[in-house]
């Protein structure tokens, strides 16, 4: 297939998930709204629909809850082919049937991005609108994942990472105690083949947290105070630093001043505390259980996030440049979600090696923006170069670039139109 055509498959794809201003990632796996899914598909939309970009967001933002938290998945109607689906969950939180946690905080990120690519003129109307309750968000995020003000950022459940199987999650997971779950049938494996999905034992216990925190109503305080598994995150951690700093662009250009004084408070305090994530030993920030104080010994993509939270000191960036290239010399296409010199890699399973466009986005643009653009490029093409073999599937083996996962995926799609196409960058050029 031509560039142009990818292009317009890209395009199809994302029209064909809308549901009428909010898109779902893939049809009959993932039949809601997903946060982050949602957030990046704006980036894809913006290409070609800068109105439609803002309402993406904009609808993510109805099912923020009245605490601020903005859910990971909104379920707007009942699709019987997701399990769990909102009986389970037992929220009460927002104005619309949700999951009870949430996921990497890339909105603001990509407000600002919409800000500066405008074509409409109304994008600073628009962010004006969206910015108490991305405000209110990250507030939620600094009282309630970080309640000890440690400056790094807790995920109480796997998929509130939006890295639901990585191996940083085993040793916690496995703590978890199986409790409280009735009898279930689960439908991810039957979109999608078993051998590239968790297994049974992590479900119980993705099951066994949601009941747990049921019980407490799902108070956030009593959550971060009792939730059996808390684990501070690199991913998120460095998500929504990233975030914090554009955030505050977004406060200075809107003249939010009272506002900007407290975000510069969140930056100075994860500046600090993403400090006690990085694990001496293996020279790359880790996963850190906030209830054991035990940090993960594996490198995970998470790890390469840190120059895109603008940690850019002279020992992490030697580092990331060293497993950088001694990881890309183990494999075809980087960036594998797991160190595949680690035990626990596995090249197609879920988050445990397989690579992921938007993580490679992500990754590339810290790079980029801390004078690396080889490494940037590298990534941008490898990621080119699957999408162009494999197609839009959900993630890809970095190892023979075969599509794993759900197939059309929106945000591989999205990721295509913004950063990976050559036409993109040809016409940004
Ligand atoms: C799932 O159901 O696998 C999702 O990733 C949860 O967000």
Redesign the pocket.
């Known amino acids: 297939m031509s560039h142009a055509d990818l292009d317009q498959t890209a395009k199809s794809i994302l029209t064909d998930n809308d549901q009428g201003g909010y898109t779902i990632p893939t049809k009959g796996?993932?039949p809601y709204q997903?946060n982050w899914d949602s957030v990046f598909v704006a980036l894809g939309f913006a290409t070609f629909d800068q109105d439609r970009a803002w309402r993406e967001i904009e609808m993510l933002f109805e099912g923020q809850w009245r605490d601020g938290m903005v859910p990971?998945?909104l379920f707007r109607k009942d699709d019987p082919s997701?399990?769990?689906g909102p009986s389970v969950w037992g929220t009460n939180g927002g104005p619309i049937p949700s999951?009870g946690h949430s996921?990497p905080p890339v909105a603001a990120s990509v407000v600002l991005d919409l800000v500066r690519g405008d074509r409409t003129g109304q994008a600073l109307e628009r962010a004006a609108a969206l910015f108490p309750k991305l405000m209110a968000w990250h507030r939620w995020y600094m009282t309630y994942r970080d309640p000890d003000g440690l400056g790094v950022i807790a995920v109480i459940h796997p998929?509130e990472s939006?890295r639901?199987n990585l191996p940083d999650w085993d040793d916690a997971l496995r703590a978890v105690e199986v409790r409280d779950i009735e009898p279930y049938e689960r439908k991810?494996t039957s979109h999608v083949d078993p051998a590239m999905?968790?297994h049974k034992e992590d479900y119980d216990r993705y099951l066994s947290i949601v009941a747990a925190c049921r019980k407490v109503g799902w108070d956030p305080a009593k959550v971060a105070e009792t939730c059996p598994f808390f684990v501070a995150d690199p991913g998120v951690t460095f998500i929504f630093l990233r975030a914090n700093r554009d955030l505050l662009v977004l406060a200075q250009q809107l003249g939010m001043g009272k506002e900007a004084d407290e975000i510069r408070g969140w930056i100075a305090r994860m500046e600090s505390g993403a400090k006690a994530l990085w694990n001496p030993d293996i020279q790359a920030h880790v996963a850190l259980d906030l209830r054991t104080g035990k940090q993960t010994d594996g490198i995970s993509c998470a790890s390469f996030l840190a120059p895109y939270a603008g940690l850019t000191d002279t020992a992490t960036m030697a580092a990331q440049r060293a497993h950088f290239d001694r990881m890309a010399s183990k494999v075809r296409y980087m960036m594998p979600s797991y160190d595949p010199e680690h035990g626990c890699y596995e090249a197609l399973r879920?988050w445990r090696g397989p690579v992921w466009a938007m993580i490679n986005y992500m990754i590339a643009r810290g790079f980029a923006e801390a004078g690396d653009p080889a490494r940037a490029e590298r990534l941008r093409n490898d990621t080119a170069a699957l999408i162009e073999t494999s197609g839009f599937a959900e993630y890809f083996s970095p190892e023979s670039g075969a599509g794993a996962g759900g197939g059309t995926f929106s945000w591989t799609a999205a990721i295509w139109l913004t950063w990976a196409s050559p036409s993109h960058v040809e016409q940004a050029a």
């Open positions: 796996l993932y997903w990971h998945i997701y399990f769990p999951s996921q998929w939006g639901d991810d999905r968790p879920y």
